[in-house]
């Protein structure tokens, strides 16, 4: 009976925390909802390896923002992997997260996976793109892996979400994205965040995900910006080392675990 090795990815995104706790994003307490996920996730049962935060950790451009953050996570006792996103602050990002168990676009390999990040973020605007010199560094860590399967995490989504707003602060040239990926050969699985919404779907063998936002969520399919009252919510990712994967995408019951996790009383 072959035993398979296992890694449990934690998966978050977006969580825009502000220098104050009780800084609100579109009507959510953003620490609040943040700490309502993490309690989630402790009386869940289920137990993750690492966990990875797919951007915009902060709002506000404060560095008490990335404090917040870090002492929110810190206490999971597992290391966590960051990759900025249009609302991050880059230097304040890396100075936060410089120390045991916080890691910035830093790649892992365990259990026959790379887990690569890539930087799609453009200063001052909200849409992605990624540079010749991040594709190439992104191909080159790939082939010299011994991993045979990868998953690669960004910030901005590589699809079309089929909203009219969302789809122009997208990725730019997203399917270049998907066929430089399908050409490395060994991109299981693609994960990204931004949208505040959920989105599972295979393209060109190789699975998409976005998981929605620890606060709040957009309302899928809009013409123009609008958000929904979908709560909070992480991903369970499981990599087998014989290139499965499963994914459980968590919605949070936002009454009980915003009264336990003290939210605003």
């Known amino acids: 009976l072959q035993v398979l090795s296992l890694l449990r990815v934690l998966h978050l995104t977006d969580p825009h925390l502000f220098a104050d706790p009780q800084g609100a994003l579109r009507g959510a307490v953003t620490y609040d909802s943040l700490q309502a996920v993490l309690a989630h996730y402790r009386d ?6 690492i966990a990875v935060v797919t951007g915009d950790l902060v709002q506000d451009d404060s560095a008490g923002a990335y404090t917040h953050f870090r002492e929110s996570l810190a206490p ?4 966590v992997y960051c ?6 602050v880059p230097a304040l990002m890396r100075d936060a997260l410089s120390e045991e168990p916080f890691h910035y676009c830093r790649p892992v390999e365990r259990a026959g996976w790379l887990i690569a990040y890539v930087d799609s973020c453009v ?3 909200a849409g992605g793109a990624i540079s010749n010199r991040e594709y190439e560094r992104l191909e080159q860590l790939i082939a010299a892996s011994e991993a045979e399967h990868v998953m690669v995490c960004l910030h901005h989504p590589p699809v079309a979400m089929n909203s ?5 602060v997208g ?20 994960v990204f965040g ?11 063998g190789m699975r998409i995900i976005a998981t929605p936002s620890t606060c709040r969520q957009f309302a899928k399919g809009s013409e123009d910006f609008a ?23 968590v919605w949070i019951d936002t009454e009980r675990y915003m009264d336990q996790s003290g939210a605003s009383e």
């Open 83 to 88: 990759l900025p996103g249009n609302h991050d």
């Open 164 to 168: 009219k707003w969302l789809d122009t």
């Open 76 to 79: 999971l006792g597992m290391p």
């Open 123 to 125: 200063p001052g605007i």
């Open 44 to 49: 869940s049962g289920w137990q993750a390896d």
């Open 227 to 249: 958000v929904d009252d979908n709560p909070p919510a992480y991903r369970r990712i499981t990599l087998k080392d014989n290139g499965d994967f499963d994914t459980e995408l």
């Open 194 to 204: 931004h949208v505040h919404q959920e989105y599972d779907a295979d393209h060109n």
């Open 171 to 190: 990725l730019k040239d997203g399917e270049e994205f998907v066929r430089r990926l399908g050409i490395a050969g060994k991109v299981r699985l693609a």
